[in-house]
């Protein structure tokens, strides 16, 4: 259903071809955040251009041939971010954001996960085909400020760009907002014997997309800036860098571009329209490279991108922007000629049968502000909300029934899978929805069809990926059962959270204020 594509003849030295770039960002404009009643427009940073940070690579304590060994330490610190006062930040291994994590497919992980900030904590590993509840690190997996917990897994998924961020319910958005979210990149012999590039920090580079408001001597400060639908501020903040540059030394560039934003949509566009191919999603490698010139990112989805400078020659400078503002400038220096060209297949994605006579699951998203629900329930930590067998492939149709004219796309995530997208109120899925993906914008109206299914066991989480969405309730369980080993789950409750979170912060329990409990409150329902 490309409402918008074009042909373009493109010359590569004596090479020409014709070759589809689309040009169109999909999604339904009525539906874009700039139409909300609380949309902040993002503002072009008057400060002096910064070199783009870029979120050093943990490094393992102790790795065999088999295993690799990480300590991630959720801590909080001071960043300089602006000129003047440092900002009180949070971040894992680091004072803001963190240290990126590798996995290599294969390998056997283990993770001690320790709290060194002052409140409880999870650390969720969005993306990660891990075991749930406790692995995953949902809401049901708390460490306690000055606790280890130690996990482990075996990487068991394609090489992907993914993420770790905090989900302790429902204070998931302010957590993420103080800088708990990095970078987590797998890799695997496919991804590895494709001609794309690959040396971190200078030519594969993360791209964290955030926004933020800098109040008084240059602070964050969350509650001040709630809004139920999202909060948003009107600073971009890249890889936690303002007014970012990046010296481009090589032809070609790849970006692993994530939404760490709470609610932002990036509309994404270099300066005149240059086009650029898009090589992954969510959850891998695409079937085809796709070339754009427009990119829609709703919260939490990942794409990444090959950005070709080979028309342009030193001192010249290159804007990424989101909308009409400039979120990154690319600063051209000398480069040897590098005429790689993808190859027109890259990957095989194979589609599983769907499991005959699985029954079809639909979720309803609905609502805005304190009103969103899923299947007209908000979240309880301790009721499930529907069951899948391990191994089955099953559809889940996930519907938003918000209005077109003043309702949102709701980017709709679900834990410990990647899944295909088959259709978008039966139409085709976008052209870059054509790989794994574990996060889906759906418009106002639409019915997206995912095919689904579960490599482990457990108890997962899927909800709005609008944070403040998910902690006001937006947000249900499912539990995928093996039939031939029965397990039982110790599932958290809200109450018990609370308290801890009271406890913390030394106020009594009728005190406490977390981002999602007014959403609860103003609709009369029970945490
Ligand atoms: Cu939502």
Redesign the pocket.
Known sequence: MCKNESVHNLNFGDEKMSEKIYTDYFFDEPAYNTHDGGYVPLEAPETVPQPLGIPSLLKPVKETATDTYYEVVAQAGETQILPGAKTKTWGYNASLLGQSIVFEEGKHIHIDLINHLPELTTFHWHGLNVPGPYVDGGCHAPVYPGETKHIDFTVNQPAATLWLHAHPCPSTAEQVWHGLAVPVIVKDKIEAQLPFPRNYGVDDIPLVLQDRKFHEDNQWDYDADYDPDGVQGPTPMINGTVNPYFDVTTQRLRLRILNGANRREWRLHFDNDLPFTQIASDGGILPEPIKFTHLMLTCAERAEIIVDFGQFKPGDEVALYSDDVAIVRFRVHEFEPDNTVLPDHLVDIDSPEVTADAPVHHVV?SGMDEE?MMDDKKFGMQRIDAKQELGHVEYWDVTNTNEMHGG?V?PYHMHGTQFLVVSRNGHEPYPNERGFKDTVGVNPGETVRLKVWFDYAGVFMYH?H?IE?EDGG?MAQLEVVDSKHPQTYKLMDHHTLMKAFAEERGIPVEKLRLAGMSSYEKMNMEM
């Open positions: 998203m969103v949102m709701h709005c609008i969405h937006m």
